[in-house]
């Protein structure tokens, strides 16, 4: 029903920045919450930042005052803007949006492809 198409990862130095985007493409649904996750090499994956429907915003303790998330609705898109970033940050960030179909009561959590974020001196 939903397809998340991430842009916007890279390999950077400490201290720089990075935009990450997700649009979704579809039709027949509304998205709900919204978030990025990341996972770095052999470890879990860890919910960064979401943001709901009313633009209400939670992150991480290790990323608050440095990534900021939002959203377009009009886009579908989802952003993450990562400033200040830290080989710490060096991970695959992957999207995920919970939709409601427009006909039934199912609530379905959709994955982007991941993107890699790569911080390096």
């Known amino acids: 029903q939903v397809q998340l198409v991430e842009s916007g990862g890279g390999l950077v130095q400490p201290g720089e920045s990075l935009r990450l985007s997700c649009a979704a493409s579809?039709?027949?649904?509304?998205?709900?919450?919204m978030g990025w996750y990341r996972q770095a090499a052999g470890k879990e994956r860890e919910l960064v930042a979401s943001?709901?429907?009313?633009?209400?915003?939670s992150y991480a303790d290790s990323v608050k005052g440095r990534f900021t998330i939002s959203r377009d609705n009009a886009k579908k898109t989802v952003y993450l803007q990562m400033n200040s970033l830290k080989p710490e940050d060096t991970a695959v960030y992957y999207c995920?949006?919970?939709?409601?179909?427009?006909?039934?009561?199912?609530?379905?959590?959709?994955w982007g492809q991941g993107t890699q974020v790569t911080v390096s001196s």
């Open positions: 579809g039709s027949g649904f509304s998205i709900d919450d």
């Open positions: 995920n949006v919970e939709i409601r179909p427009f006909y039934n009561s199912a609530r379905i959590r959709s």
């Open positions: 943001i709901t429907s009313s633009a209400s915003r």
